[in-house]
């Protein structure tokens, strides 16, 4: 488990139901795919989790994500076109459980924008899947469409390895 051990303040009972954001730089590509995975991941599982997604930056607060996302979550049965992106805020760490970041970049910007004061527990989404620590969800936005695809290979692995950690803190 490679979750920040420093405890915080506020934390809920392990039974309710968890929240869940991850996060990217734009929030069009990388994490509503990872929403969107999620979604899928606990719905096959019967598993009841409340999930969302942001941005760092604020370049895409308002739209729909990249065209190739939703596109690439399409051939999963997950339409995403309705996701409005939006920009992590201080009050997310009060609000969610788990706060996943894509790359290490984003890693460096959670921190700046983390007040400090919440119950989130942070970590980068591919450091929880086995095998895989230090790896980085890496940026398709300016790649090609077939980059779509890789990303969302390594975003369901990481949804399906945070759902295990789910089920034992919360299932
Ligand atoms: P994401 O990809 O962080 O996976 O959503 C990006 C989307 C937009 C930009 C960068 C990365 N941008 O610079 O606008």
Redesign the pocket.
Known sequence: MTFRAVPRNGCRPDMSKPRVLFV?????????LAEAALRRAAAEAGFEVDIESA?T?D??VGEA??PR?IEEARKYGIDIKEYR?RQLRPQDFREFDYILG?DRS?MANIARIDPGDGMAKVAMLLDIVPGQKGRE?A????GELDGFSA?WKEVDAGARALLEVLLEEHG
């Open positions: 990217c730089l734009g929030n069009i590509c990388r994490s509503p941005g930056a370049y895409h994500p990249d996302a992106g894509m984003n969800v940026d398709p936005w300016f990303t």
